[in-house]
């Protein structure tokens, strides 16, 4: 009888820390959903990608923490601020980087220019906030609480909460408004939009603005559960590229499941097997779905008239 009770105590607690590993990814992946989007954004408008999403994650979440370690403004109160910097950042980006490009229609001045933003806003970075990093104060509990029967930060749940708010709100957008219309009109076909006098040029600078403002809203959802310094977003912005284009370019959902995958396989792996191998199952579905799916898991094919 006690030898059964054992195995059933064992048995609770290997279901707990599967619960555990599988929250705490779902909350990882849908922060790579919410920079992957962004990409999204980026991409359909301009058929480009910023390749300094996650450095624009990184400005946001230092500007977040100088704003409420600092300056003692109120967490919440921050978010908006930090949102208003990141749609001025991803502006000047577009502006700067990728419009020159698009103008002259150079195939890859946009990706060397994207890139190049990106490392000197990382340079800018540790100039004023210095090269260590930082720990960002949790505006919830740090104690967890109990949820299924598993162990949850409260900042997990909200990091989860704030990511699925995110990309609502960006749908409602899109679909109910006369701006997001105009968007979603560019996407559809750009030069058509253009002769119904929408100024796609002003479309894509905002999908810019758009993108790396949920990057930066990221970026304060994720900093107070882990350290925040200038080199926090070049991996995370390279993880969201490949939920990207494992979820799809063309399909949010496809994101938002690739997002969670990716996320719980890394979370899993780094528990059962190694720290050093948490990445290897995203990169090698990556290759898997890059060699046999190129468009995505939820992608679609684009048919180009030539």
Avoid: C, H
């Avoid at 990728?98 to 490392?119: D, H, N, Y």
């Avoid at 260590?132 to 909200?158: C, H, Q, T, W, Y």
């Avoid at 939009?193 to 970026?219: D, E, H, P, Q, R």
Wanted: hydrophobic content about 55%.
């Amino acid at each position: 009888m006690r030898l059964g009770a054992f195995f059933i105590i064992q048995k609770i607690n290997i279901m707990e820390i599967l619960l555990q590993l599988i929250y705490s990814g779902i909350a990882l992946g849908m922060i790579y959903a919410v920079i992957a989007f962004g990409y999204q954004l980026t991409f359909a408008t301009s058929d480009t990608l910023n390749f300094g999403q996650g450095d624009a994650l990184m400005l946001g979440a230092l500007v977040g923490l100088t704003l409420v370690d600092v300056m003692q403004i109120n967490y919440w109160l921050a978010l908006p601020i930090v949102g208003v910097f990141g749609l001025i950042q991803g502006a000047f980006v577009e502006r700067i980087g990728v419009r020159p490009a698009i103008k002259i229609k150079s195939e890859f001045g946009w990706i060397m220019s994207t890139i190049a933003l990106g490392i000197i806003f990382k340079n800018v970075a540790e100039n004023i906030w210095g090269r260590d990093d930082l720990r960002f104060p949790s505006p919830l509990p740090e104690a967890p609480m109990k949820v299924l029967g598993a162990n949850v930060l409260p900042m997990e749940i909200l990091v989860i909460a704030g990511a699925i708010l995110m990309m609502v709100a960006v749908e409602f957008f899109n679909r109910k408004t006369i701006y997001g219309k105009a968007v979603v009109a560019t996407f559809n076909d750009r030069d058509a939009a253009k002769l119904m006098g929408i100024n796609t040029g002003l479309v894509i600078t905002f999908s810019y603005a758009l993108s790396s403002m949920s990057a930066a809203f990221a970026g304060v959802l994720i900093a107070p559960l882990t350290l925040t310094g200038a080199t926090m977003g070049s991996v995370l912005g390279l993880k969201a590229f490949a939920v990207a284009i494992i979820g799809g370019l063309t399909s949010g959902m496809g994101i938002i499941i690739g997002g969670i995958i990716l996320g719980i396989a890394e979370t899993t792996t780094g528990f059962y097997l190694s720290t050093g191998y948490k990445d290897v199952p995203g990169l090698v579905l990556l290759l898997l779905v890059l060699a046999v799916k190129p468009a995505g898991l939820f992608g679609k094919s684009a048919i180009k008239k030539v």
